[in-house]
């Protein structure tokens, strides 16, 4: 069975939670973590033309809606991950109705929930983040939509998002002294930074990666500045790295 994938679909029971942690995928140690990320990485990558598609800009904007709602915000990572899963959902095809104008925010309903049961948060309400919406989808669409959307995942719902890079790179290339509480400033700030550039559609030009990496010593510039050209160079001698291609 693969690292990644989720049970199958005769063993999924909606409802049931399934630890993920972005930042570690996989669920059995790999003898060689970044080898095995960077193997997964592409399989894992949106395409840009799925990220640019006016189909996955209103489901962004419905995913960041409720992200924000004052009265029942979703957790970040939980918004995070549902995006991931639009595009990676979009990249392997055509929303099935996508000419309807609620089909943009099935997709973002069914991902969010997918999202939710990943992260094992508490469960989000499908009735109260359609609240404002002229008519709502019922539990059943939903679940059947998720079907879909796991479906194209070939069932596979641990991504490898950049997140699952931040450890690699901090503990291989950030320049001693590795002060934990100056590391732990630096990969909070890169982590908030790829939360909020993640409906951008630039992100899907790079490898996560690349975005890692980015936002690692963008972080660093604002934190750690004297750590930041040795840093940057450790990052630039990654074999994996290439620092053309870097976003700046």
């Not at 189909?55 to 960041?64: E, K, L, M, N, T």
């Not at 001693?176 to 630039?202: G, I, S, T, W």
Request: negative net charge.
């Amino acid at each position: 069975t693969d690292a990644m994938d989720m049970p199958g679909k005769d063993e999924y029971v909606y409802g049931y939670e399934y630890e993920f942690d972005l930042e570690n995928p996989f669920t059995s140690p790999a003898d060689e973590p970044i080898a095995s990320l960077l193997d997964a990485e592409a399989h894992h990558a949106p395409s840009v033309s799925a990220a640019a598609s006016a189909v996955r800009r209103d489901a962004a904007r419905f995913i960041s809606k409720v992200r924000y709602d004052g009265e029942l915000a979703v957790h970040p990572r939980v918004a995070y991950l549902a995006l991931n899963y639009v595009d990676r959902f979009l990249s392997k095809g055509q929303l099935p109705f996508e000419r309807k104008p609620w089909a943009p925010r099935l997709l973002a309903i069914s991902c969010l929930s997918i999202a939710a049961k990943m992260q094992r948060v508490d469960a989000i309400s499908m009735d109260y983040i359609q609240r404002d919406e002229e008519f709502m989808f019922d539990a059943v669409t939903i679940q059947r939509m998720e079907r879909v959307v796991l479906g194209a995942l070939e069932w596979r719902a641990r991504s490898v998002t950049p997140l699952a890079f931040l450890g690699f790179f901090l503990s291989a290339c950030f320049p001693p002294p590795r002060h934990l509480a100056l590391l732990d400033a630096v990969k909070e700030r890169a982590v908030d930074l790829l939360l909020r550039a993640q409906p951008e559609v630039k992100m899907a030009e790079f490898s996560p990666s690349v975005v890692a990496a980015s936002a690692l010593l963008a972080a660093a510039g604002e934190i750690a500045v004297a750590h930041l050209p040795a840093f940057q160079a450790a990052v630039a001698a990654c074999p994996f790295v290439n620092s053309v291609s870097m976003i700046l």
